[in-house]
């Protein structure tokens, strides 16, 4: 079983940054790709971004693009997600996930593992 433990949520102002870790207690698959969702009150998780095993494929949702970067350190089982420029429609829950495979996915059904979530409220 795998735990994934996510940190640096918190409060900021708009315009602000905020970066959030993701660390995996046990790697389960030879391989794996990771990725990052939100979800507010009263919507659907939201795909944010995705990092392919290797590192070298990102992917990121439209409401992030050129704002957010998500990197990985995979000696560390680790993966990041940089945030700057927050915007009030930000502020949501983040879950860090892992599914099986070198590619990330857009749907959340498609990951294997979550984190039991950061809140991140971004204030006007």
């Known amino acids: 079983q795998v735990q994934l433990v996510e940190s640096g949520g918190g409060l900021v102002q708009a315009g602000g940054s905020l970066r959030l870790s993701c660390a995996a207690s046990?790697?389960?698959?030879?391989?794996?790709?990771m990725g990052w969702f939100r979800q507010a009150p009263g919507k659907e998780r939201e795909f944010v971004a995705g990092?392919?095993?290797?590192?070298?494929?990102?992917y990121y949702g439209d409401a992030v693009k050129g704002r957010f970067t998500i990197s990985r350190d995979s000696a560390k089982d680790t993966e990041y997600l940089q945030m700057s420029s927050l915007k009030p429609e930000d502020t949501a829950v983040y879950y860090c996930?892992?599914?099986?495979?070198?590619?990330?996915?857009?749907?959340?059904?498609?990951?294997?593992?979550w984190g039991q979530g950061t809140q991140v409220t971004v204030s006007s």
């Open positions: 046990a790697r389960t698959f030879s391989s794996y790709a």
């Open positions: 996930a892992v599914r099986r495979g070198i590619t990330p996915a857009t749907l959340a059904g498609s990951y294997d593992y």
């Open positions: 990092i392919s095993w290797s590192g070298g494929r990102t």
